[in-house]
């Protein structure tokens, strides 16, 4: 596996319809805001302890992350998409 294989892989993933859409701009601090808002009212309203609320609460929000693995066992060896969401609403 090589550079030119591994991103002619993520590009023929991402720009996948059924399962991908490109957006014009990066929506993870409008998310984040939603986020805290639902957060905030369930806590306000008993749903769940202060713990809890500064688990779901972040206050540096990241975009995902996207890379993939090979997968070796397979014909042609597809990549498996992997999306990490640390960090992330």
């Known amino acids: ?51 809890t609320k500064q688990y779901l609460t972040c206050d540096d929000p990241k975009p995902c992350r996207f890379y993939i693995f090979p997968k070796i066992y397979k014909a042609g060896n597809p990549g498996r998409p992997i999306v990490s969401s640390n960090s992330h609403p």
């Open 1 to 51: 596996m090589d550079r030119d294989w591994y991103i002619y892989e993520c590009n023929r993933q991402l720009n996948d319809n059924k399962f991908y859409k490109q957006l014009d701009e990066d929506m993870t601090n409008k998310i984040n805001k939603r986020v805290n808002i639902y957060v905030k009212r369930m806590h306000s309203d008993g749903y769940i302890n202060d713990k």
